[in-house]
């Protein structure tokens, strides 16, 4: 895997999935990058995953930037 995927990609001033601009009111959430995924914690034994220093921002509905009359249902 090359290292480039473990980087942010675009500025913490733009949504990472539809690239656009921030704007004041808008809701966001962190997209954490991966680094390993499905390895086990040295003292507990869970499967857990381990992230990359980086993180991007995300839209929380990237067509309804302030949530403004619309409800987000989880797939």
Known sequence: MSLDVLKQ???LSAC???RKAIQAGDRVL???IVKTAKMRHPE???LVSEL???FEFVHASCSDPTLEGKVI???
């Open 9 to 11: 990609r675009v500025p």
């Open 16 to 18: 990472a999935r539809c």
């Open 30 to 32: 962190p997209a954490y």
């Open 44 to 46: 507990t034994k869970e």
């Open 52 to 54: 990359s220093g980086d």
């Open 73 to 75: 249902i989880a797939p």
